[in-house]
């Protein structure tokens, strides 16, 4: 080979390597909106080293095959000593992880209402879990833009207002569990598109009015927990329909009337 061929031979061998190196590791919009929300969530060294590879050694973290976060979980993780003293919802650096389709911070604290910008900002979102994370505020109508999501787990928080009619926009939804908040007003009728809901439990809130009719229309049910309530009026004959219904839990309630015979269907 020439000299001049061997020189050209080293220039690509050397612009291969670097192209797989750079396909190889995690981007650097990705690294750095990683690396933000380590700050601003108060993230401990020990859970995601700031110099290691956050794809691979990072607690809670999954990426595709592009190196793309997919996977943020941080239930029940500690924050450092000093983010425990004011602790905060600060999660904007998510509006850059495009492709995250899991955020689970179940157990972690996140004081305060949860962003507008969220719904629009994650479409590719299928679970969402802030169970038990202190999120206080209404369930913001953008979460109609999440029309992905098949798990919205937001129990045992301090969220208050009615639940937005919106929310029947998420027709992939197969678990809701508004459990243990402030909800008010009664269930949309908008809820009779979950065809694929399987469980929905929206037990001691301050829920109240008839339980509408159109539950029987959400025929993947298999939970329905509507206890510690202030529902009225009668059983509707249409939870007959729920032929796939295992459990069912209207308790403590303020309910009337007889019981439909459409429920030994
Ligand atoms: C989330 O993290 C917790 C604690 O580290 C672990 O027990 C759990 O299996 C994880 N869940 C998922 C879905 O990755
Ligand atoms: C979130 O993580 C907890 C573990 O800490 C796990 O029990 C729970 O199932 C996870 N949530 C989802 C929706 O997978
Ligand atoms: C998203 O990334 C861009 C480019 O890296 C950056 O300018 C912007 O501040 C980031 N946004 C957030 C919310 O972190
Ligand atoms: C969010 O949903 C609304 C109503 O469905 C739609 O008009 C809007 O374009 C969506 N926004 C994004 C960012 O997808
Ligand atoms: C709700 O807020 C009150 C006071 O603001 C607080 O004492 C309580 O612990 C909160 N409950 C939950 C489940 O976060
Ligand atoms: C409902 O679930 C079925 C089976 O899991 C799936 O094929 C279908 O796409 C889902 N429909 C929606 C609207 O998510
Ligand atoms: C329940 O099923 C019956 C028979 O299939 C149907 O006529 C009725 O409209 C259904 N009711 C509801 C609320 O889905
Ligand atoms: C319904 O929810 C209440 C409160 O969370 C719980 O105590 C009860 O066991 C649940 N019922 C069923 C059938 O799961």
């Known amino acids: 080979m020439s000299p001049t061929a061997v020189a050209l031979s080293l220039a690509l061998l050397f612009i291969h390597s670097t192209?797989?190196?750079?396909?190889?590791?995690?981007?650097?919009?990705?690294?750095?909106?990683?690396?933000s929300l380590r700050s601003s969530l108060a993230i401990r060294a020990r859970d995601w080293p700031?110099?290691?590879?956050?794809?691979?050694?990072?607690?809670g973290i999954q990426c595709d095959r592009n190196k793309r976060v997919v996977t943020i979980n941080i239930s029940n993780f500690k924050r450092t000593r000093l983010g425990r003293s004011n602790p905060?919802?600060?999660?904007?650096?998510?509006?850059?992880?495009?492709?995250?389709?899991?955020?689970?911070?179940?157990?972690f604290a996140l004081?305060?209402?949860?962003?507008?910008?969220?719904?629009?900002?994650?479409?590719?979102?299928?679970?969402?879990?802030l169970r038990s994370c202190s999120?206080?505020?209404?369930?913001?109508?953008?979460?109609?833009?999440?029309?992905?999501?098949?798990?919205l787990l937001l129990s045992r928080n301090?969220?208050?207002?009615?639940?937005?009619?919106?929310?029947g926009a998420l027709s992939s939804l197969s678990l809701l569990d508004l459990?243990?908040?402030?909800?008010?007003?009664?269930?949309?009728?908008?809820?009779?598109?979950?065809?694929?809901?399987?469980?929905?439990?929206?037990?001691?809130?301050?829920?109240?009015g008839s339980i509408p009719g159109e539950i029987g229309m959400l025929g993947s049910l298999k939970l329905l927990n509507l206890s510690g309530n202030s529902f009225s009026s009668g059983?509707?004959?249409?939870?007959?329909?729920?032929?796939?219904?295992?459990?069912?839990?209207?308790?403590?309630?303020?309910?009337?009337?007889?019981?439909?015979?459409?429920l030994g269907d």
């Open 235 to 262: 059983i509707p004959a249409a939870i007959g329909n729920l032929s796939g219904l295992i459990e069912l839990d209207l308790g403590f309630n303020a309910l009337s009337g007889s019981l439909p015979a459409e």
């Open 158 to 167: 301090n969220l208050t207002g009615i639940i937005p009619s919106t929310l």
């Open 88 to 107: 905060q919802f600060a999660v904007a650096p998510l509006a850059n992880l495009t492709r995250l389709a899991t955020f689970n911070a179940s157990g």
């Open 19 to 35: 192209f797989w190196t750079f396909c190889d590791s995690i981007s650097v919009t990705e690294r750095e909106a990683l690396l």
């Open 179 to 208: 459990g243990h908040n402030s909800f008010t007003g009664s269930i949309p009728s908008s809820f009779a598109n979950f065809g694929n809901l399987s469980s929905l439990d929206l037990s001691f809130n301050f829920l109240s």
């Open 50 to 59: 700031r110099k290691a590879d956050p794809c691979t050694i990072w607690v």
């Open 135 to 151: 999120v206080s505020g209404v369930i913001p109508s953008t979460f109609r833009n999440l029309s992905n999501l098949n798990s």
């Open 111 to 129: 004081p305060g209402p949860i962003p507008d910008w969220l719904g629009p900002a994650l479409p590719s979102l299928t679970v969402l879990d």
